[in-house]
């Protein structure tokens, strides 16, 4: 049998073709919001072209949402702050606190390494990072005795909570808080680690939920707890990483008023300039140490007396003003390589052009 192949052609013409006309959706999610936004403009403008038409009906409804307003308003006022700090504002600090094991120095390794795009060898002292145009942060590891506890309350502007998650709060946590509330009591933000040990996706919502309320119950309802699921290549999830980050760049740190009336620093190196005879005829002789730090607070006068924790009391032999270390971002045109942006500045974790020995 042979093949035989038909072709058929047709001509329409140009008046005899036809299309399909579109019809508009009635039905679904993207229908019921354009109507919704369609209702919304037809309302306003009937309520600018008649406004009589849309007031209270009721002297009551009227008089409750009035005096409401007002409570608002007067919720948000507060009694002036004197600002006594001038130039540039120095970095706020950031105190990572959690009990042993819960990935503090990796956290700080982490969100440094978001920031600066460098790794950080080791954890050792204050970390100060630029962290946008007009902020900078110092990164701290809290110590888990005591003494380091109370220390770190004093100076910091917001604590970072390192919670595990499998095991849930421990008691350096409920010590901290405590402490914080004795100072002053700054922006404190919980973080969940150590949540790849659940294996069950309903048992983890529940301890998420539990953990969340309990943190509620120690702080105030609605603060902040961040979830960090688990390790990926030695590292916590960068997506996890990048929403902790931005919350902490964004934040506002409302000034305490001890420290705004009294001048304290945190010291990132010291160096001890003693001559090295009289060490050698005495190995116990007073030495003359010099403290690098931002100043915070009001201003350091010459033959002040300070406290340097865990040492003792001590008078100021004299103040010097030195160049930022770390200074914020300009502007300026930069004339050679040398003159690149600072993005980092720790000396004790061997991070940047100077380094503690």
Not at 172 to 195: A, D, S
Not at 233 to 259: C, D, Q
Request: charged share 25%; with cysteine; glycine share 8%.
């Amino acid at each position: 049998m042979g093949i035989w192949k038909f072709c058929i052609f047709c001509d329409y013409g140009a008046d005899g073709q036809s299309h399909k006309a579109h019809r508009s959706r009635h039905s679904g999610a993207s229908a019921k919001k354009k109507t919704k936004a369609k209702n919304k403009d037809q309302n306003s403008d009937q309520k600018q072209q008649n406004p009589k038409a849309f007031a209270f009906r009721s002297n009551a409804k009227a008089k409750r949402l009035q005096s409401r307003a007002v409570e608002k308003e007067q919720r948000r006022l507060h009694l002036p702050v004197i600002d006594r700090s001038y130039g540039e504002l120095p970095p706020f600090v950031v105190v990572v606190q959690g009990p042993p094991q819960v990935g503090k120095s990796l956290l700080i390794k982490t969100l440094v390494k978001h920031y600066t795009k460098h790794n950080l060898p080791d954890v050792r002292g204050p970390i100060t990072i630029v962290s946008g145009k007009q902020r900078r942060l110092q990164f701290v590891e809290c110590p888990n005795d005591i003494n380091g506890m109370i220390d770190a309350a004093k100076f910091a502007d917001l604590a970072l909570l390192l919670i595990d998650g499998s095991y849930g709060f421990e008691m350096e946590t409920f010590e901290f808080l405590n402490i914080l509330q004795v100072h002053g009591f700054p922006k404190v933000m919980g973080v969940l680690t150590h949540l790849d040990k659940f294996k069950d996706v309903k048992k983890l919502k529940k301890t998420k939920q539990r953990l969340k309320h309990r943190f509620w119950t120690e702080i105030y309802d609605g603060a902040k707890l961040f979830y960090l699921s688990g390790l990926i290549h030695g590292t916590y999830p960068k997506r996890e990483v990048h929403n902790l980050a931005r919350f902490i760049s964004v934040m506002k740190f409302p000034p305490l008023s001890w420290r705004t009336s009294h001048p304290y620093l945190l010291v990132d190196r010291f160096e001890d300039v003693t001559p090295p005879e009289r060490v050698q005829m005495n190995s116990k002789c007073d030495r003359n140490v010099t403290l690098y730090g931002y100043l915070r607070g009001c201003n350091l006068k010459k033959g002040t007396k300070v406290h340097i924790a865990g040492v003792g009391d001590f008078s100021l032999a004299g103040v010097t003003g030195l160049s930022d270390p770390c200074p914020l971002p300009s502007a300026a045109k930069k004339k050679g390589l040398r003159d690149k942006e600072k993005l980092f500045y720790a000396p004790m974790s061997g991070l940047g052009d100077l380094l503690f020995m």
